[in-house]
């Protein structure tokens, strides 16, 4: 019953929302008719949420973790887009690029912040869900950030985060469409290569190795200019480096309390090894000009 009248309801308010942006042309009447519609919306979803309780609790996870955050993103992503769009300055092309891969970094950073729920949202991971989607239920950790004060009877730890990622996935998409506008080979398509056979590597180190690399590659955007999320990574590594990584934000949990000084060992152990290769090359160099 709750999820065919959310479908209803969410149909209509992206309809409503639609005729909105296409009858209006400033952004500020934008921004505050698409916020009524969204009130009324999610008004209208916690009447029925309060007077039909849950059957159970994979019920309500299922409703504070897909369902009420969809309604709620877009609240998030039209007060977001509509920062952004009185921000960007005037100017030429070479301007308004610069603008709006600004707006992009920001975005990003938002996403390396939040690294560890932002995998737990793009693979599509349950562990948790008893404690970040039942109302109640407290989560005291520094990873999660900041959020405005929750109604008990209609909120949870988590299902506001997952509005603002699933609303800055939207805008993330917006900010990069403005810059293909502007220059369309500033983010040029993926295109398949062919390429030639060749012998696959498959990882037989422990997983957890690759798991501090990966977050290293992350947080220091190496792959797509910073673009590439945590998720995409971690399906990369696994397709082509043949192991299952379905544990890796648990892993990088682990990681994170280790009780050690060296909390990142393996990269430790990675710059320990280069180092000492380097050494004995030089080494022996300098032997080879002394015979």
């Given at each position: 019953?709750?999820?065919?009248?959310?479908?209803?309801?969410?149909?209509?308010?992206?309809?409503?929302?639609?005729?909105?942006?296409?009858?209006?042309?400033?952004?500020?009447?934008?921004?505050?008719?698409?916020?009524?519609?969204?009130?009324?919306?999610?008004?209208?979803?916690?009447?029925?949420?309060?007077?039909?309780?849950?059957?159970?609790?994979?019920?309500?996870?299922?409703?504070?973790?897909?369902?009420?955050?969809?309604?709620?993103?877009?609240?998030?992503?039209?007060?977001?887009?509509?920062?952004?769009?009185?921000?960007?300055?005037?100017?030429?092309?070479?301007?308004?690029?610069?603008?709006?891969?600004?707006?992009?970094?920001?975005?990003?950073?938002?996403?390396?912040?939040?690294?560890?729920?932002?995998?737990?949202?793009?693979?599509?991971?349950?562990?948790?869900?008893?404690?970040?989607?039942?109302?109640?239920?407290?989560?005291?950790?520094?990873?999660?950030?900041?959020?405005?004060?929750?109604?008990?009877?209609?909120?949870?730890?988590?299902?506001?985060?997952?509005?603002?990622?699933?609303?800055?996935?939207?805008?993330?998409?917006?900010?990069?469409?403005?810059?293909?506008?502007?220059?369309?080979?500033?983010?040029?398509?993926?295109?398949?290569?062919?390429?030639?056979?060749?012998?696959?590597?498959?990882?037989?180190?422990?997983?957890?190795?690759?798991?501090?690399?990966?977050?290293?590659?992350?947080?220091?955007?190496?792959?797509?200019?910073?673009?590439?999320?945590?998720?995409?990574?971690?399906?990369?590594?696994?397709?082509?480096?043949?192991?299952?990584?379905?544990?890796?934000?648990?892993?990088?949990?682990?990681?994170?309390?280790?009780?050690?000084?060296?909390?990142?060992?393996?990269?430790?152990?990675?710059?320990?090894?280069?180092?000492?290769?380097?050494?004995?090359a030089l080494s022996l160099k300098k032997s080879k000009k002394l015979a």
């Open positions: 019953m709750l999820e065919k009248m959310s479908e209803k309801l969410y149909g209509q308010l992206t309809g409503d929302i639609e005729k909105i942006v296409a009858r209006e042309t400033e952004p500020f009447k934008i921004l505050s008719a698409v916020l009524k519609c969204v009130r009324e919306a999610l008004k209208k979803l916690k009447d029925h949420v309060l007077k039909n309780p849950f059957e159970d609790e994979a019920a309500q996870i299922h409703f504070f973790k897909h369902i009420k955050p969809k309604f709620f993103a877009l609240r998030i992503y039209y007060l977001e887009w509509y920062g952004i769009v009185t921000s960007i300055p005037a100017g030429d092309k070479e301007v308004l690029k610069a603008a709006y891969n600004e707006e992009l970094k920001v975005i990003q950073r938002f996403f390396r912040l939040i690294a560890f729920y932002y995998q737990y949202y793009g693979l599509g991971a349950t562990e948790l869900d008893s404690l970040l989607f039942v109302r109640g239920v407290e989560v005291q950790s520094v990873l999660i950030p900041e959020v405005p004060e929750l109604d008990p009877e209609f909120a949870t730890s988590c299902d506001y985060l997952f509005s603002k990622i699933r609303a800055f996935e939207q805008l993330q998409e917006f900010v990069l469409t403005r810059i293909r506008e502007l220059d369309p080979a500033s983010i040029p398509p993926e295109v398949p290569t062919k390429r030639q056979p060749s012998e696959k590597l498959v990882w037989t180190g422990d997983k957890v190795n690759l798991v501090e690399i990966i977050y290293g590659l992350f947080f220091t955007g190496q792959f797509n200019n910073g673009n590439a999320d945590i998720a995409l990574i971690i399906r990369f590594m696994e397709e082509h480096f043949q192991v299952d990584l379905s544990r890796t934000y648990r892993d990088f949990m682990d990681i994170r309390n280790r009780k050690t000084t060296a909390i990142t060992r393996f990269l430790e152990q990675m710059r320990e090894a280069i180092l000492a290769h380097i050494d004995d």
